[in-house]
């Protein structure tokens, strides 16, 4: 199925499928590495459930970071600083997932840290209704602190080098995983794969080599490197 318009009504059918199975709203993960395509893709099944009159929170673990004086605190360069010490996990579920899982009260915050200014925000809390739809997309979504929040995992795939080659282009940065300032991100991807394995325990998997061409493939074990 290589199909945009395709995938993305096969992905928002799973979703409503699996959101009929539950009495609280459908937590949504859209995981996979920078450069993927996460958020183009939240952005385009929001729109599809939308126009099913669905009613849609879109969040990004992006608006969850740490402070920044937490974020480098063991360097600036380090990957284990990335993995332990770059987003507040505590107050994702606390604030965001946990509230629209099964014992929530459906009053939920989408932002918690602005990542232009280093602010932490306190801002109102919203309402959802019981067959919403959280679509959440964001790095590392099926480590253990975050998984077992989520009712459907969508993987977005796609090859390293591709990932780097988007990101200099829309970011500026050096287009070679290798290159110094990029080992922070590259390797605890790395590490991701070959330690959670998520390419395997996503509920859908998005080949997103090439984005206007999508597929959905099956689940299946990650490359260890």
């Not at 480098?72 to 990335?82: A, K, V």
């Not at 110094?180 to 790395?190: A, D, E, H, P, S």
Request: negative net charge; aromatic residues 8%; hydrophobic residues 40%.
């Amino acid at each position: 199925m290589g199909d945009r318009t395709a995938v993305l009504n096969a992905l928002a059918d799973r979703v409503q499928a699996r959101s009929r199975e539950l009495v609280h709203p459908c937590r949504v993960g859209i995981d996979g590495a920078d450069g993927a395509g996460k958020t183009t893709l939240r952005c385009d099944l929001a729109t599809e459930l939308r126009a099913r009159g669905i009613q849609v929170i879109e969040a990004s673990l992006d608006d969850f970071h740490h402070v920044k004086a937490r974020r480098y605190r063991r360097g600036r360069d380090s990957w284990q600083g990335y993995w332990h010490d770059a987003f507040d996990l505590r107050r994702v579920r606390r604030e965001l997932l946990e509230p629209l899982g099964l014992a929530g009260d459906l009053r939920y915050r989408t932002r918690g840290h602005d990542l232009a200014t280093d602010e932490v925000l306190d801002g109102p809390w919203e309402s959802a209704d019981l067959d919403s739809v959280l679509l959440f997309d964001g790095v590392l979504l099926q480590r253990p602190e975050l998984a077992q929040a989520l009712d459907y995992v969508i993987f977005v795939d796609a090859p390293e080098d591709e990932r780097y080659r988007r990101m200099a282009v829309r970011d500026g940065i050096d287009p070679d995983p290798e290159a110094l300032k990029n080992l922070r991100y590259t390797l605890v991807q790395r590490h991701y794969r070959w330690s959670r394995e998520p390419l395997r325990w996503a509920d859908a998997v998005v080949d997103n080599t090439d984005p206007e061409l999508p597929e959905l493939v099956p689940p299946a074990v990650a490359p260890t490197r």
